[in-house]
C-alpha cells in the first residue's frame, strides 16, 4: 500500500512567509523614523545656517562701514592737503602730517585717490599710494594706475552718489579690493569729488578664511568672490554666477532668502542661505551639504538596518527551510516543463521529485504527469495529421473547432500527372510501382511545402496542390510558379538517377490555375476530409489535361499570367476547349523568370519541357 504523506497545505507556509514581512514592516518603521530625524536636521540647520549668515553680513557691514568711516577722514585730509596746491598749479604739494600719520596707521589701506567730477569729466586729482605695500608685493610704482585701466571701477556711478566695492586682485596677488565713494559735493548738491580707496581683502578675508563643513562667502555686484577661504577664488576674481544660490542671490529682491538647490560643481543638494548688504551692494551667502546635515540621520538608519539586517537573516533562515518544500519541487517541475517544451514527453515529476509533504505542489505534480500523456496523444495525432494533411492545415484543425464547413478564399491551384502511367504500371510490379511513385512525390511535396504550398491530395499518380489555403499570402501565385518551374529543374536531375539505374525516365503534366474556391472540411461529423472545391479546381485539373495536347509539361491560366504580371517568360501557347467549359482557355506555356535583382531572363526548361503531343477526348486544342 502507498505510504501516506503528511499534508501540509501552502496556505499554512504562506503564514511562515508572514513573519518575514512583519520584519521588513520593521524596517520600514525605522526608515519612516530616519526620515523624521533628518527633517528635523534639515529643519535646524535651515535655522542655524541663516543665524550665521545674518551674524556675518553684520560682521562684514560694520567692517566696511568702519573702513568708510576712517578712510572718509582720511580723504578729508587728504583734499585740505592738495587742494590749493594744486589750484595754483604744485603738481607735487606737501602733505599734512595728520593725513601722513593717519595714512600709516591704516595697515589694510594700500592707497587712496581723490577723483575730480567737475562738468562730468572724470580726472585724477592726487593719488597716496604705501611704498611699503608696493615693495612688499615687488609692484612698479604704477601699479595703480594699470589697475585703474584694467579693472574698469565704476566711477561713474559713484559719481552719482553710489557707494561701490569691487574686487581689483590679481591671480599673482595681491589681494585688493576698490572702495569708492563720494567725498566732496559743490553748492548744487552734486558730487564734485570722489575718494577711491584699494584695501587689503585681508580685511575681510579673515572672517571668511576658516574651512568648515558650512561655507560662507562674500560677493560683490558683478558676482565676483571678495572673501573665500579658498583664496584662488579671490585672487583669480572668479564669477560665482554659476552657482544656483548666487543666480538667485542677484536676482531676488528679497534682501534675505533661504534655499535648497543642486550645486553643478559638487553634484549634490546644498542648503543655502543670502542676506544681502544693499546700502554696500554686497552678499553674504552660507551653503552646507546637505548629506553632511544628514550624516547623523544616516548613521542611525544604518544602526537601524543593522539590527534588522540580524533579525531578517535569522527569519531567512526560518524562511528558508520552509520554503524548501514549496520552491524545490516547483523548480524541478519548471525544469521539466523545458524537456516538455521540447517535444519530450516520456517524462513523469513523480519520479523525479521526492515529496515530504502531501500538499498541493505534490498535486501539481500530479496533474503535470497528466498533461504529459496528454501532450504526447495530441503530438502523436499532429505529426499523424501532418503526413496527411499538412502542418499548416493541421495547425487550422487544431485551432479551430472541427466541423462540416468552409470558407471561400482566392486560391491558386495545382495539378500534375505522370505521362504514360498507365502504360508503365502495366509492365511492372506494383513493388517497383509504389518505389517509383514514392520517390517521385518525394521530390516534388518538398518543393511544394518550401514555397508555401500545400499538397491536397494524391490521387494515384497525379498531385493536386493548393497556395492561399487555409492562410494565404500575396505572393502564392507567384510561388506556385516559381515551384512548377523548380520541379521541372527537379524531375531532370531525378531522371539523371534513374537512367543511371537503368530505370525509364519520368514525363509529367503540370497546370496551374487561380481564382476563388471553397477551403474547410467536407463529409460528416464522422468521416471528413480537408479540402479545396469549386470551377477554379476543376479548370485546373482540364488545364493539366491539355498539357497532353499541346506537348508540353507546364500550361497555366490566363488569370495566373495577370497575377503575375512580367516577372516570368510566359507566352502564349494557344487556346483549348475543354469539356465542361462553353469559351475556349486561353493558355500560356511559362519558359523561365526574370532575375529580381539585374532583371535578366533565366531560361528553365529540360529535355522532359516538351514531348509528343497526345490526343484528349476533353480537350480540344488550337495552336496559337
Known sequence: PRKKRLRLPISVKLIVVFVGFMVIATIIFAQQSSEHFAKVLVQREEFTNMSETNSKAVEVEQTIMNLIDRTQVLGQLLFKSVEAPLAQGNTSPPLSQEFLLNFDKEKFVASVEIWSTKNQELKLLYRKSKEKFLNDNKLNLDFFEQLRKQNNFPMASVSQKSLEIRNSSRPEGPALATLGFPLAKDAQDQVSHILLVDFSLA?????????????????????????????????????????????????????????????????????????KLVNLGLIVLSQVSKSTVLEPAVNAKRQAFYIAGIVISLAIIMIFLFSMTLTGPIEILASLVAYVSKGNFDIRANDRIKFVFDDEVHDLANAFDSMTVGLKERDKMKNLFNKFHGSSITEDLLNSDIGVGGQNKDVTVFFSDIRGFTAFSENRTPEEVVAMLNEYFEVMVAIINRSGGVVDKFIGDAIMAVWGAPKGTPQDTSNAVRACL???????????????????????????????????????????????????????????????????????????????????????????????????????????????????????????????????????????
Request: proline content about 3%; aromatic content about 6%.
Open 203 to 275: 580685511l575681510l578675508q579673515k572672517s571668511f578664511a576658516t574651512e568648515s563643513e558650512r561655507t560662507q562667502f562674500l560677493i560683490d555686484k558683478e558676482g565676483r568672490y571678495l572673501a573665500h577661504f579658498e583664496d584662488q577664488r579671490v585672487l583669480g576674481r572668479m564669477p560665482a554666477t554659476n552657482s544656483r544660490l548666487v543666480e538667485q542671490a542677484m536676482t531676488d529682491q528679497q534682501p534675505q532668502r533661504q534655499i535648497q538647490f543642486t550645486d553643478p560643481e559638487h553634484k549634490e543638494v546644498f542648503i543655502g542661505a543670502y542676506v
Open 486 to 624: 523548380e520541379m521541372r529543374k527537379a524531375l531532370e536531375e531525378l531522371n539523371e538517377k534513374r537512367k543511371a539505374r537503368d530505370q525509364v525516365p519520368i514525363k509529367i503534366g503540370m497546370g496551374l490555375h487561380t481564382g476563388h474556391a471553397i477551403s474547410g472540411t467536407i463529409g460528416s461529423l464522422e468521416r471528413m476530409e480537408y479540402t479545396v472545391i469549386g470551377d477554379t479546381v476543376n479548370m485546373t485539373s482540364r488545364i493539366e489535361a491539355s498539357t497532353k495536347a499541346f506537348g508540353t509539361d507546364l500550361l497555366v491560366s490566363e488569370a495566373i499570367i495577370a497575377k503575375v504580371g512580367d516577372g516570368f517568360l510566359a507566352e502564349v501557347a494557344g487556346e483549348a476547349t475543354v469539356k465542361g467549359k462553353s469559351e475556349p482557355l486561353k493558355l500560356y506555356k511559362v519558359r523561365g523568370y526574370k532575375d529580381p535583382v539585374t532583371g535578366q531572363e533565366v531560361i528553365v526548361e529540360t529535355a522532359y519541357s516538351h514531348f509528343e503531343k497526345e490526343h484528349d477526348e476533353k480537350v480540344k486544342a488550337s495552336a496559337a
